[in-house]
Every structure is written in C-alpha cells, then in structure tokens.
C-alpha cells in the first residue's frame, strides 16, 4: 500500500519493535512513511546505538507523540 500511494505520507504503529530493527529497515523503499515513537520512548534504550543511527539517518521521518494519558 505504502509503494503503491508515494505522494502520500503515512504512518506506520512500529509498536514495540525497539528490540528488532529489522522492520525499519524499509525506510530507504518508502521515503512517505513515517513513524511515531512516543509510545515506545523507554523501550529504545535496548539498543541505543541502532536508535541512535536510525534517528540520524530518517530524523525527517520521526514524529514524537504521546498516545496515552496519565493521570
């Protein structure tokens, strides 16, 4: 859907893949995806460095949002 749609920018829920790089990989195929990383925020401390480089290669592409209230 995202290749078929380029113009398009979409947002992929990458959930809590901060332990699994392998599904960001597809950044460089699909230049409209975006992701939002608020909710996975303590979980990217698994593996700092592959968060690290992944923000500095896609920081176009990296949205911050909170999805959950506290109370």
């Given at each position: 859907?995202?290749?078929?749609?380029?113009?398009?920018?979409?947002s992929c829920p990458y959930g809590w893949y901060a332990?699994?790089?392998a599904p960001?990989?597809?950044?460089?195929?699909?230049p409209n995806n975006v992701v939002g990383i608020g909710a996975i925020n303590a979980e990217?401390?698994?593996q700092p460095k592959n968060a690290?480089?992944?923000f500095v290669k896609y920081q176009g592409q990296v949205?911050?949002?909170k999805d959950s209230?506290?109370?």
């Open positions: 859907m995202f290749k078929k749609h380029p113009k398009t920018k979409l332990n699994d790089w960001w990989g597809n950044f460089d195929e699909l990217l401390g698994r690290h480089n992944f949205l911050f949002g209230l506290e109370t």
